[in-house]
């Protein structure tokens, strides 16, 4: 039985998960289902359901991919 490629992810999941590099916040870009770092500039792919959260694995984000901060 082959596991399929989720387009989703647990909202629980993105609660409790930081960027391993800046220990920030992470958001989720369903479009490429990849957890994104806009501090770091690096997108986190997610494999199977399972996000791979390592530097190495991460792609760099172009500068029209990262999405300024908003300030409050």
Do not use: F, H
Request: glycine share 2%; hydrophobic share 40%.
């Amino acid at each position: 039985m082959a596991l399929k490629n989720t387009k989703t992810l647990d909202p629980k999941l993105l609660e409790i998960l930081v960027c391993p590099l800046t220990k920030t916040a992470l958001r989720y870009e369903e479009k490429t289902n990849e957890l994104i770092s806009d501090k770091a500039g690096l997108a986190y792919p997610i494999n199977e359901g399972i996000p791979i959260m390592l530097v190495d694995e991460a792609r760099e984000l172009s500068t029209d991919e990262v999405k300024p901060k908003v300030k409050t």
